[in-house]
């Protein structure tokens, strides 16, 4: 799916970014060997130049800047949390989820897998479930996200959120989807 939220247009840019540094890179490393392989080194006074080692040793380091500094600044945006408009508590069970809506009273329901059986034609396996979770668009929302019995995993890879659900452990993520769809 595409990106339905800012995070993951984030993610999805600095995949992109990193992927064309490593190409550069690959791409380099590549020449230079089959230059070394194609002709005969002839030049032998690069062996005890000191400005190509300070070359080699201070281009790693701009690159691995080059890297951080976009993947520090999305790390900070994941887990920046303003007043949320909606709190829901997703609490993992062994073969279901249950869902808590915080901020009304006495509104939870379960959702379970719907088996493969009754699947309508284009629907997914393992992937539809009888109660889906409904959530506003263009809101913040604050997931709380808890396991009843054994290590889950909550994930909606559109929104760019993937939250493990541990046993005695209250774990938050925030997402946020501008536009509408099934996610």
């Known amino acids: 799916q595409n990106a339905s939220s800012p995070i993951m247009e984030e993610l999805i840019a600095f995949h992109d970014h990193a992927l064309m540094i490593i190409f550069l890179i690959s791409s380099l490393v590549l020449y230079i060997i089959s230059l070394m ?5 002839t030049h032998t006074s690069t062996m005890n130049a000191q400005e190509i080692e300070m070359i080699w ?3 790693p380091a701009i690159i691995l800047i080059m890297i951080a500094l976009p993947s520090l600044r999305i790390l900070y945006m994941t887990d920046e949390f303003n007043k949320p408009y909606l709190t829901l508590k997703a609490i993992g069970h062994q073969w279901y989820w249950s869902y808590e809506y915080s901020d009304y009273e006495d509104l939870a329901f379960d959702s379970y897998i719907t ?3 009754f699947l309508e034609p284009g629907e997914f396996r393992l992937l539809e479930v009888d109660n889906r979770t409904t959530l506003p668009m263009e809101a913040d929302i604050r997931m709380l996200i808890t396991s009843q019995d054994v290590l889950h995993s909550w994930a909606v890879p559109s929104l760019g959120v993937k939250t493990d659900a541990v046993p005695g452990r209250l774990n938050q993520a925030m997402l946020a989807s ?3 769809g099934l996610f």
């Open 178 to 180: 501008m536009r509408p």
């Open 57 to 59: 040793t201070i281009l």
């Open 115 to 117: 088996p493969t059986y």
């Open 37 to 41: 392989l194609t002709t005969k080194l």
